[in-house]
T-cell receptor, first 113, second 115 residues
Framework: DQQVKQNSPSLSVQEGRISILNCDYT??????FLWYKKYPAEGPTFLIS?????DKNEDGRFTVFLNKSAKHLSLHIVPSQPGDSAVYFC????????????FGTGTRLQVTL | NAGVTQTPKFQVLKTGQSMTLQCAQD?????MYWYRQDPGMGLRLIYY???????DKGEVPNGYNVSRLNKREFSLRLESAAPSQTSVYFC??????????????FGPGTRLTVL
């Protein structure tokens, strides 16, 4: 039972354009959501998070949107840069902290010149 | 400040052999975690330790044991390795943050192959 789903295994975007990565969840108890970025042969690194009391959180080029009624969140990257090419994982937890994360399967983003 | 370190980086085992994956963090975090990542799947939690002296099972604990040696170190042991345990293993640590976003910090991973 996949509680966090990333239905797009891959995404290709031109440099300078917007990248939109999507994530759906089924567990209504999740109240804290995170996005991680992973380069090959490295561990995941934290990008941005959002609490369920918010519907948007912004950090530089990265914005996460949360739609609780649809159990959907998205990560927007504007403008996309070649260095953004990586696998992006959505993760969720219960209790408002980054404890016991449940991860999605990841979306591979390729930013082309 | 090295963050989360893992040893070894790579390991090849034969079926039935045992080994211990080591993890250490220097961020004074209370909680530590072990995940495995397989192709086409996200990271799956094997075991976690909310604080020194405590450990709990995650989603996929079968075939593994853990030890929270002290606040810094959390090891993962495979007593009798099986080919199904071929995977990349990640250790992570966290502590709730009141200043910034709460998050888990990950080590670089151990790539394990069981023949």
């Amino acid at each position: 039972d996949q509680q966090v789903k990333q239905n797009s295994p891959s995404l290709s975007v031109q440099e300078g354009r917007i990248s939109i990565l999507n994530c759906d969840y089924t567990n209504s108890m999740f109240d804290y959501f995170l996005w991680y970025k992973k380069y090959p042969a490295e561990g995941p690194t934290f990008l941005i998070s959002i609490s369920s009391i918010k519907d948007k959180n912004e950090d530089g080029r990265f914005t996460v949107f949360l739609n609780k009624s649809a159990k959907h969140l998205s990560l927007h990257i504007v403008p996309s840069q070649p260095g953004d090419s990586a696998v992006y994982f959505c993760a969720a937890s219960v209790g408002g902290t980054a404890s016991k994360l449940t991860f999605g399967t990841g979306t591979r983003l390729q930013v082309t010149l | 400040n090295a963050g989360v370190t893992q040893t070894p980086k790579f390991q090849v085992l034969k079926t039935g052999q045992s080994m211990t994956l080591q993890c250490a963090q220097d961020m004074n975090h209370n909680s530590m975690y072990w995940y495995r990542q397989d192709p086409g799947m996200g990271l799956r939690l094997i075991y976690y330790s909310a604080s020194e002296g405590t450990t709990d099972k995650g989603e996929v604990p079968n075939g593994y044991n853990v030890s929270r040696l002290n606040k810094r170190e959390f090891s993962l042991r495979l007593e009798s390795a099986a080919p199904s345990q071929t995977s990349v293993y990640f250790c992570a640590s966290s502590s709730p943050s009141i200043w910034g976003a709460d998050t888990q910090y990950f080590g670089p991973g151990t790539r394990l192959t069981v023949l």
